[in-house]
């Protein structure tokens, strides 16, 4: 099973993690199972950017991005070349370190 590391965010995992995520588990379904709340404004739905990562290991080992997702990913605060939606991502065998970027585009978010 794949193990995702998660870089520390001060809101959503302030000390880091390292957390284990089935292949073909999102990388977003893998940190809302375990607890770190990203935001998914569009409910994984590949309609915003509110969960956006960028993938500082094992970005080959994911799914390609497809085509409404790099237009999406346009919108993005902070996009580097290895940014993904998080909700898009897929795990293969390999694992990956991500580090989920201090803002989004969401000025109001849900359950705060």
Known sequence: MPVIKILPHPEYCPAG???????????????????IDIEHACDMSCACTTCHVVVRQGL?????AEEAEEDLLDRAWGLEPQSRLSCQAILAQQDVTIEIPKYSINHAKENH
Not at 17 to 27: L, Q, V
Not at 60 to 64: M, P, T
């Open 17 to 35: 993690a390292e957390i284990s995520a089935p292949a073909g588990t999102s990388i977003c379904e893998a940190l809302l199972d375990n607890h």
């Open 60 to 64: 080959a080992s994911l799914n390609e």
